[in-house]
């Protein structure tokens, strides 16, 4: 060395005894010593000697590489690394990759430098090689740590490599740190992607992670969080929070699926206009028959006008579960004719119930739609007669006709007479002997009379239905009141038309006989 003798002086050193003079310190003078012009460096030499011999150890592999990086040279490093003539460590590879990361990877692998490997393959985008290497060697790495380093380069990488691990074998994976990594770097579409994958299973053990990822796309993606409901993948979730946070989130339908307590369902329940009115009518089946009812109350009691068809529909179509009798009940109770007339119009057919005939009725009158009353009091079989009645004649609709058919198909002719003559309603006594029933002309005369109505006004009125009427009660009913006199031109009129009843001819005589008008002639 003191001769500047490098080369033999590099010769001695690697031929010494048992490596003596293979040290440090002599990698220290060699650096040290000064280059001759025209020479390789003396440090080079020193290593070019040893490379002859054989194997660099680890601190002369290192120091090699320092040199050899600084002149550009690195490929000489990938030469002598596939020659085995170099000792591979974590530091000489961190050398390394300063130059050449691929090249710092074949050495991390020969110095089972695992985390460095790893490291490699997050940097180099080899995601799908760290899970075989590590199974390979044995490895048990941070996945967590891992990832976070992954999702900040590659967060679609993140979610395959992540997704890998869930289906691999030996590897344990929190699957609630995975999340957290993925939002910590704001990735929810990643985070919400692996936890369908990861908790497709729906294990009750899960439940607190299914909360979770609904809970995340509940507050950040809504129809995100619709839809994985709507799939019906979870059933242990936290389901008041998550009605909660629906509701918040303005999924109102959603809200209603997973509230229980009665007052969160009338809450939600009040925002109907965003509700669709089929899901609302199907989900009040899902209600007992109490809790449907309060609902039902309090869409009414809030916002009659905007909710009343809604409640309409739910009583057609819930009316035996929720029973006529309460709806009816309830209707009243908010004054709701319409809604009481539109509800029991569709069950009308499906029951013999006289009171929801009767209620139909009322409902029909109260909201003005005397055609249809008058329809059912003429064509229903299942009211209670005399309950119409009386409600007809307190009620005095403008137009009597509903009257008049129930009091004519129950026989109350009499009485619907006395109600109609007492009320100055005279044309609708005409109208019913006229055009509903001239058969019935006997009893409406004899109630005439008796109610001291005019002589002149009940003749006109048994001459306007001329043979109609039956001649045989007639007379008996204006006999017994001493009036047979006022049937003479009714009776003269039949005689006329060569009508040959007997009853007709013996009252006629029984008239002239009275008068002493010719009787023996026409006897």
């Known amino acids: ?97 300063m130059v050449d990361q691929q090249l710092a990877l074949s050495i991390y692998l020969r110095a089972s430098a695992s985390a460095k490997v790893i490291q490699c393959f997050m940097e180099t985008g080899q995601f799908e090689k760290i899970m075989l290497y590590c199974q390979k060697v044995n490895y048990t790495a941070d996945w967590g740590f891992l990832l976070t380093n992954i999702v900040r380069v590659n967060p679609a990488g993140a979610l395959e490599f992540a997704q ?27 985070a919400t992607s692996f936890l369908l994958d990861a908790l497709k299973g729906n294990k009750e053990e899960e439940g607190p992670l299914q909360t979770r990822l609904l809970e995340m796309n509940l ?79 309090h869409l009414l009691r809030t916002n009659m006008r905007q909710n009343l068809q809604l409640v309409v529909q739910v009583a057609r179509e819930y009316s035996e579960h929720l029973t006529p009798e309460k709806l009816i009940e309830m209707f009243e109770q908010y004054n709701s004719w319409e809604g009481l007339f539109y509800y029991l119009g569709a069950v009308l057919l499906k029951t013999e119930d006289k009171q929801v005939h009767f209620k139909y009725i009322e409902a029909a009158a109260k909201v003005g739609n005397i055609q249809e009353v008058e329809r059912v009091t003429r064509e229903d ?50 109208l019913y002997v006229q055009k509903v029933n001239p058969m019935k002309a006997p009893q409406v005369a004899g109630a005439l009379l008796d109610a001291d109505c005019s002589e002149d006004f009940v003749r006109a009125l048994i001459l306007s239905v001329r043979a109609m009427a039956p001649a045989e009660q007639l007379v008996e009913e204006v006999e017994k009141r001493n009036r047979l006199k006022l049937l003479q031109p009714w009776l003269e009129a039949r005689v006329n038309e060569g009508v040959q009843e007997a009853a007709v001819h013996n009252a006629l005589m029984k008239i002239y006989i009275d008068m002493n008008n010719r009787p023996e002639e026409y006897l």
């Not at 691990?165 to 579409?189: E, S, W």
Request: a negative charge; charged letters at 25%.
């Open 1 to 97: 060395m003191n001769q500047q003798d490098y080369k033999a002086a590099a010769k001695l050193a690697a031929e010494s005894p048992q490596q003596a003079l293979r040290t440090p310190e002599t990698i220290q003078r060699f650096q040290a010593a000064p280059a001759m012009p025209g020479q390789p460096s003396p440090i080079l030499t020193y290593f070019g000697m040893l490379l002859e011999k054989g194997k660099l150890n680890a601190r002369e592999s290192i120091e090699l590489a320092k040199p050899v990086i600084q002149q550009g040279k690195h490929q000489l490093l990938q030469k002598w690394t596939s020659e085995d003539k170099l000792e591979c460590t974590e530091e000489l590879g961190d050398l390394v990759k």
């Open 164 to 190: 890998k691990l869930v289906q691999a074998d030996g590897v344990t994976l929190d699957y609630g740190v995975v999340a957290d990594v993925f939002m910590q770097h704001n990735c929810l579409q990643q």
């Open 219 to 297: 507050v950040a993606a809504p129809q995100v969080a619709d839809a994985i409901m709507a799939n019906e993948m979870f059933t242990h979730y936290d389901k008041p929070r998550i009605a909660m946070l629906c509701e918040k989130a303005g999924l109102v339908q959603r809200a209603l699926e997973h509230y229980t307590n009665i007052d969160d369902l009338k809450r939600v329940m009040m925002r109907t206009e965003m509700i669709q009115p089929e899901f609302l009518v199907k989900f009040f089946g899902t209600l007992d028959a109490e809790n449907a009812i309060e609902c039902l109350h």
């Open 381 to 430: 079989t299942f009211y209670d007669p005399a309950q119409v009645r009386d409600f007809l004649k307190e009620v005095r609709l403008p137009d009597q006709r509903p009257l008049i058919n129930v009091c004519d198909r129950f026989d109350m002719v009499e009485e619907l007479t006395h109600y109609l003559y007492t009320n100055n309603m005279s044309k609708y006594i005409e």
